[in-house]
């Protein structure tokens, strides 16, 4: 997986191995640099795998050999022979817990080693976190718009990029808040609950009763006789039709031959999916035919599922239908029997069905979902904040002359300044140079502040020497993009958001279990304020500087000028 | 990889067991109902993978002990002993060569074989076509926009969906016709060109000459003494400085500092990131004293990069300095030194590269390239196309009859009628039926009709058993969508679309490689006529039926109402 980079991070490696800069320390943060889908909030993720990339990071012969035929013939042996010992032993990261909430500008993962390794990690890192993120976001925002008692299943591995797209998706959807994956592969390697149980194509593979076989099913109680499900069904379907005042001639008899055949294979895990043939005239009776043959012979359907037409307005008539079969037979789960809906659902969809009080119980997103079209990249960089000098937060002698002192001369974790420095009084500011744009110097701290209700109400970052906020303190911040003095906050509760997950080649926090980190995704939505969570048109979360941060950035955009 | 499926495939295929229909023969089409990005074509993709998908497919003993703990408990053991034993030696597959152009409603691929096997395949062939066929025509449509002698680059590793995402998007986008990736894993793995240089963080870590160690580089030809290049290079930079009329202070020596770097470390592979600082007095000045420097010893700098402003614009200065450098220090070759440009380059980028008459020889696309946020999923799907009977091309006797008569007694390739079927006379139509989602049905040939100028005029789909349409003769058809009388086409040349590529389990075509599959998609794009080829508002691609197919349709469509 070393290869999985881009070529030029290999030809500046080995720029800086030629130029014997290789081991000079360097610090990069990973962040983004505004929350996706016009929210104000994201989910950080992809910190497993990326332990996991780093664990095993080292490059094999074969990578090797193809690094030479692909790099100048002109390349140093020597330096190959470098990158065979090369490995993440000296890189240590830190990162806020998988699944936490997380908001612009403030670093994801920070990752520390010497400048060679730390320049190869980029690309990778940033491919494991950018979709994962983004994904798990999306499958957040559907989660919040359902509302927890609502079931999520992701379905989008057809639409996915490719196998593994496919299988990102389902585990970063399940951390978002998605209950199931029809993907079974991901319920394979994750342990994700994988749910399914028939398309149209097995309905419309029957065409009439004659064709069932085995038509008999058992009891789940041990001792009952063998019952013949499809005449069951089929004198159900009498008394079905006749409640519901619909002609029995009308209920396609291949689909009633394929629920009763489905019915007979899997008893305890019956659904009906409805829309094959009419729904109301012929999906629905036979459905309810079919579950009150089952239900008489000891067993619970377990669903209907729609996959296209209006499905708000439809789910209501079924919830009605259902309701009265219930009183009718005497069937008193049958009312709420789960409503499953798919087709092309987005959060459009999701907002309609709350607004028009669908009785829907079970929604399957996949393309919305796993392609994320509202904004199909969520655009994190991996940037080296620049540095502050020996002082603590005052800027000594000229920039040039302190980043060669630390190229030279390298001690632990004071990482190169690459960025924003001004050099040989050349007044030229990078072009793309804005506000937004400006990495925040310095090796940081990063703090969550709450409020008396527990909710979050700003991040802080600090310098990493700086001491930690109090809580009940009073603290002077300076919000980013918020021009002019500083703003006083007393926060209720402070929390470090950074751990140190990997050092010495070695992968040092436990690491929480897939389930773990879906719930504490889960928490960490659930802490923020509605203000901050809603989907549209959010508040926006403040992230603040310390004073200390805000003095070196004034310092920093000072000397640039 | 049998398992990266949706798990109602599975359940499905429990329910064909049970019911003893498993070996039932069956048939699907693997189509898509709309040419993506409203163009009028896609590429189709995916075939040498889903061949290898195919040729590997089979549950392993993990597989089939992990399923068992998904399917009920009460799942026959004998099922799970009949999975162990399933595997694609009775499948067979026709498609389109990969690579080539093909139209909404055509089968890419066709696949046939026992009913349980040809259900099992259904999601990862829709996962492996899916996804490359929209990446490849997404490529298409950039290298058709940017002409022949444009290079493009793929560079979107860290926006697509994961490491396997990223692999996809750099083998379909050089298929489609990009020329390199910066992906080095792609490159080893499929032989795809990989391209790089520097990224601003190596710009950045330099702040002045005396970091640059070594200084020296050999000349290229044997015998020469070590020049020192960084020396050198100051004092062309002077002389350039002179020649832009631009203060040699303003050209940023940490910038410089690395340009000499990379070109001692890279003398035959100098390119210049210029966008770090200042383009005009900074990036620009300092890579042509560089690139002068190198000339003077003999090499030559084989580009400049830019990734930020107006490219446009900046591509067309920057061109005129280079030749006013090239005329004045009398070295030829020094105007035309491709200019390479990033930064979230879209089609509309493209367009107005052309419009405003750029001077930019290289392209880079990531995100919009990778994600096709203009569409992000294709949505082809698996269809059991309605089968015509006995008679090819009458209905004879009630439809449900002849199911019943192939279930019971399957002959070869003679599939399940399993869509559009009348039965029992239910009038109940599919809710979703519309005239663009009906499955033309049969098991089809298709031909490519040619007209006069050699380009593709007409896609025919017949009944396999039709005899085929002869070059110079007239033939009746119908244009899909077009209502009434037939069409009259006399091709000139015609092209059968379609070839076996698996049989018994087997591969059984030579499968071209890379480089050819892109060529073959180059051709097979240029032979479009310019009203089919244009990207905007194209003229739709007529796809018809034979006058056979033609009554079947309006039989079956009759049938049904």
């Known amino acids: 997986m070393a290869l999985l980079t881009d070529l030029y991070q290999l030809t500046m490696a080995y720029g800086y191995w030629r130029a014997g800069r290789h081991r000079a320390p360097a610090a990069a943060e990973l962040f983004f640099r505004r929350e996706p ?16 990339f780093l664990r095993a990071f080292r490059f094999s012969a074969a990578d090797i050999a193809y690094l030479r035929s692909v790099l100048p013939s002109t390349t140093e042996d020597a330096f190959f022979d470098y990158l065979c010992t090369v490995d993440a032993s000296e890189v240590t990261v830190s990162s806020v817990p998988e699944g936490s909430v997380v908001f612009s500008r403030v670093p994801l993962l920070q990752v520390k080693g010497p400048l060679l390794v730390v320049q190869l990690l980029e690309t990778t890192l940033l491919c494991l976190v950018n979709y994962a993120s983004l994904v798990a976001t999306n499958a957040a925002r559907f989660r919040l718009l359902a509302g927890p008692g609502m079931k999520l299943m992701e379905i989008g591995l057809r639409r996915a ?10 585990k970063y959807s399940y951390i978002g808040g998605f209950d199931y994956t029809s993907n079974v592969l991901a319920g394979k390697l994750y342990g994700i609950p994988v749910r399914g149980t028939i398309a149209h194509s097995f309905i419309m593979s029957f065409t009439s009763l004659t064709e069932v076989q085995p038509r008999q099913v058992l009891p789940p109680l041990a001792g009952g006789e063998p019952v013949d499900l499809a005449a069951l ?5 009498q008394r079905v039709c006749e409640l519901l005042q619909s002609p029995p001639e009308k209920a396609n008899r291949g689909e009633l031959a394929a629920f009763v055949s489905y019915a007979i294979t899997f008893p305890h895990n019956f659904q009906g999916l409805l829309d094959t043939y009419c729904v109301m005239r012929s999906g629905l009776p036979n459905f309810c035919a079919v579950a009150l043959a089952l239900h008489q012979l000891g067993y619970r359907a377990i669903g209907v ?8 307005q439809q789910s209501k008539e079924i919830r009605r239908v259902l309701r009265a079969c219930g009183t009718t037979f005497q069937v008193p789960w049958f009312g709420s029997i789960p409503i499953a809906v798919s087709n092309d659902i987005s959060e459009q969809s999701l907002e309609s069905f709350i607004r028009e009080g669908s009785e829907i119980d079970v929604i399957g997103v996949g393309t919305n979902l796993v392609t994320c079209p509202l904004q199909p990249s969520l655009g994190c960089v991996y940037k080296w904040p620049p540095q502050h000098t020996r002082g603590h937060g005052a800027l000594h002698g000229p920039w040039h002359q302190l980043c060669v002192a630390k190229t030279r001369s390298p001690s632990p974790y004071r990482p190169l300044l690459p960025q924003l420095v001004e050099v040989n009084g050349s007044p030229c500011l990078k072009l793309t140079e804005e506000e937004e744009k400006m990495t925040i110097p310095g090796i940081k701290a990063v703090y969550r502040l709450y409020d008396d209700a527990g909710h979050p109400f700003m991040d802080l970052m600090a310098l990493e020497d700086e001491s930690a906020p109090n809580a009940g303190q009073e603290l002077a911040v300076h919000v980013l993009g918020r021009r002019g003095e500083a703003t006083k906050v007393r926060p209720t509760a402070v929390e470090p958001l950074h751990r140190t997950y990997f050092r010495d080649g070695q992968v040092c926090e436990v690491l929480p279990s897939l389930p773990e980190v879906r719930s504490h995704a889960q928490a960490s939505l659930s802490q923020l ?33």
């Open 161 to 170: 990029q490719g196998p593994d797209g496919g299988l990102s998706a389902s």
């Open 305 to 312: 599922r729609l996959d296209s037409g209006d499905l708000v």
């Open 529 to 561: 304020s509605p203000a901050h969570r809603r989907l549209r048109e959010p508040q926006p979360y403040p992230v603040a500087v310390t004073e200390k941060l805000h003095l070196l950035l004034a310092e920093l955009r000072q000397a640039r000028q």
């Open 233 to 237: 069904a089929e004198s159900w379907l």
């Open 37 to 52: 889908f016009h929210g104000a909030f994201a989910l950080g993720t992809g910190l497993a795998e990326g332990l996991r």
